[in-house]
């Protein structure tokens, strides 16, 4: 079992540039979510997910979209990236949403933005 | 190497000791309660949950206790090992919402 996977494990990108996180899950689980984590700050909610079609807003959402098209992914895109988006990002997922189970989560993705 | 351990309340244990980290939330309508554990370059890792309508909950070597009163949580681990040094976040969620909020972390260092 895979699990929560990832990808790419490190990024840079120049300020402007956009690029997409992948996040894929093979545990069927309904409920979906992206964290950024910063020193100092802990983790923090970007979008999530309750199921295939459905995305929400969390605590820090702009510059980032999402979409949930299938149960399995859910990306994460950048638009036009700034050095403020430099963080780690985490994907999490769960079977009965952030307040039922814990969340599983990947091993995150590092983006440095120049 | 991985920065997030930067400006973290720090417990250094010897090992075989006990450990305590606590945790204080901020939302009384909080009703679900989880530690996570965090080794460098990982994912946070579930280590324990509890809900508000217990007051303690048992794992293997952990314990966590949950203080209503005055919003406050607690980590026990029994007879710490060098492979428990990481970083652990207490994490709430909030009755109504389908999100989980992040404690800002503390970092575990056991000596052997």
């Known amino acids: 079992n895979a699990g929560v996977t990832q990808t790419p494990k490190f990024q840079v990108l120049k300020t402007g540039q956009s690029m997409t996180l992948q996040c894929a899950q093979d545990m069927n689980h309904e409920y979906m979510s992206w964290y950024r984590q910063d020193p100092g700050m802990g983790l923090r909610l970007i979008h999530y997910?309750?199921?295939?079609?459905?995305?929400d807003q969390g605590e820090v959402p702009n510059g980032y979209n999402v979409s949930r098209s299938t149960t399995e992914d859910f990306p994460l895109r950048l638009l036009s990236a700034a050095p403020s988006q430099t963080s780690v990002y985490f994907c999490?997922?769960?079977?009965?949403?952030?307040?039922?189970?814990?969340?599983?989560f990947g091993n995150g993705t590092r983006l440095t933005v120049t | 190497g991985e920065s997030v351990g930067l400006h973290l309340p720090t417990l250094s244990v010897q090992e075989g000791d006990n450990s305590i980290i606590n945790c204080a939330y901020s939302?009384?309508?909080?009703?679900?309660f989880i530690w996570y554990k965090q080794e460098s370059g990982k994912g946070p890792q579930f280590i324990i949950d509890?809900?508000?309508?217990?007051d303690k909950r048992q794992g293997q070597r952990v314990t966590v206790l949950l203080n209503k009163t005055v919003k406050h949580l607690s980590l026990q681990i029994a007879a710490t090992q060098p492979g428990d040094s990481a970083v652990y976040f207490c994490a709430e969620a909030h009755s109504g919402y389908s999100t989980l909020t992040f404690g800002k972390g503390t970092m575990l260092l056991v000596s052997p």
């Open positions: 999490a997922s769960s079977p009965g949403g952030a307040r039922n189970s814990p969340l599983h």
């Open positions: 509890i809900r508000s309508n217990m």
């Open positions: 997910s309750v199921g295939a079609g459905i995305t």
């Open positions: 939302n009384s309508a909080s009703d679900y």
